[in-house]
């Protein structure tokens, strides 16, 4: 599958739960963990999204919000990597942030370049990824 999606985490399904118009539906990534995505039934019904099926999280960059460590931070997003950051790139409006994770995997992240200043963000420092579970996007082999 090719996608203009940075984030792509391949893994199995291992979880679904069911609702009237959305689902939860969890997906196990090795070396990343496990990335909840809510999309409509009819997808999950579609795509044949069920435990220990093979499928694909996408999240674009720009969905990602960068988090330098802090104590005591709680968020309503439900997908939270924490990592080190491994790259910082300026670019002149937004800089790009790669995330590398404790298994191995990486996350990008594209923030503002007044974000990145302002979080002081600098290559093996302590920093987290987080997205919604609404912008993650399941794809399945075709």
């Known amino acids: 599958m090719k996608t203009s999606a940075r984030n792509q985490f391949a893994g199995r399904v291992s979880q679904v739960a069911a609702g009237a118009v959305n689902d939860e539906v969890s997906l196990d990534v090795p070396g990343v963990g496990t990335i909840t995505a809510i999309v409509t039934h009819a997808s999950t019904v ?11 999280a996408l999240i674009k960059a720009s969905s990602v919000i960068v988090v330098a460590q802090g104590q005591g931070l709680r968020f309503s997003a439900r997908n939270h990597l924490q990592g080190t950051v491994g790259r910082v790139q300026k670019g002149a409006v937004n800089t790009e942030v790669v995330i590398g994770l404790p298994g191995g995997g990486a996350v990008v992240a594209i923030i503002t370049n007044e974000s990145a200043d302002a979080l002081g ?13 609404s912008s993650v996007i399941i794809g399945v082999p075709a």
């Open 121 to 133: 963000l600098a290559a093996g420092q302590q920093a987290a990824a987080l997205f919604k579970a």
């Open 46 to 56: 579609h795509l044949g999204l069920k435990p220990g099926v093979q499928a694909c």
